[in-house]
Each structure stands twice: as structure tokens, then as C-alpha cells.
């Protein structure tokens, strides 16, 4: 079973910049993608907000179109581990950061929560104004 735990989060000041990590492990040959996502109090877990994707195999990325070119999402293959590089943070950046694995990749159709079946226990970050 995959598992994912993400670190980095934190309190920065808004036009900061914090980075990200998800170490993913026992990781299968079936996980196609991985991906961030982000909520904040009030909504469910199938309202998660998608943040970026990573394609595993040659790391082809996409990203929500409301982080105007903010965030970067890489990955390490050696560790298994994905980060997200966020420049630029706004106060409206704040949420719980999740790290999650999906067996699709699906050009620019990876923003549904449920095609990702493991998720992190999630980072919290803070941007403040």
C-alpha cells in the first residue's frame, strides 16, 4: 500500500515562498501520477482543492490555472519523493496541503479528487497578510 507523508509546511509571510515534500512509500509500478491538493476549513474532502499534477513517468505537470504560474511541482525518482516549490504566497494560499497518488494520468483531467486513492495525513501552511 502506498503511503504518503508530507512535510515543509508552515507560517510565512504573504510574497514569501515555502517548498513543499511528499515521501511516497512503497510505491507500485500502477502509480501513474501524483499530485497536490489543498482545503481549507469548511469544506469536505471531495471539495479539495486541486493545486498541480506530476505525470511519473517523464514528469509532464499541470497546475490549476489560479496559481498563475506561483507554484512549481518536481520530483525526485531516487526518493520516490515530489515537491512543490510556492512563490509568491498570498494570505489566500492558506489551507492544509495534501500530497495524493493516482493510478490515471489523464491531460489536463487530474483536478478530481477521486481519481487519487492514497493521500498524506497533509501540511499545514499559513500565509499571513
Known amino acids: 500500500q502506498v503511503l504518503l507523508e508530507e512535510s515543509g509546511g508552515g507560517l510565512v509571510q504573504a510574497g514569501g515562498s515555502l517548498t513543499l515534500s511528499c515521501a511516497a512509500t512503497a510505491v507500485t509500478f500502477d502509480v501513474k501520477s501524483m499530485a497536490w491538493f489543498r482545503q481549507v476549513p469548511g469544506k469536505e474532502r471531495e471539495e479539495r482543492e486541486y493545486v498541480a499534477a506530476l505525470r511519473r513517468s517523464g514528469g509532464t505537470t499541470d497546475y490549476a490555472d489560479s496559481l498563475e504560474g506561483r507554484f512549481t511541482m518536481s520530483e525526485d525518482n531516487a526518493t520516490n519523493t515530489v515537491h512543490l516549490q510556492m512563490n509568491s504566497l498570498k494570505p489566500e494560499d492558506t489551507a492544509v496541503y495534501y500530497c495524493?497518488?493516482?493510478?490515471?494520468?489523464?491531460?489536463?483531467?487530474?483536478?478530481?479528487?477521486?481519481?487519487?486513492?492514497?493521500w498524506g495525513q497533509g501540511t499545514q501552511v499559513t500565509v499571513s497578510s
Open positions: 495524493a497518488a493516482s493510478r490515471l494520468w489523464i491531460s489536463g483531467g487530474m483536478s478530481i479528487p477521486r481519481w487519487y486513492f492514497a
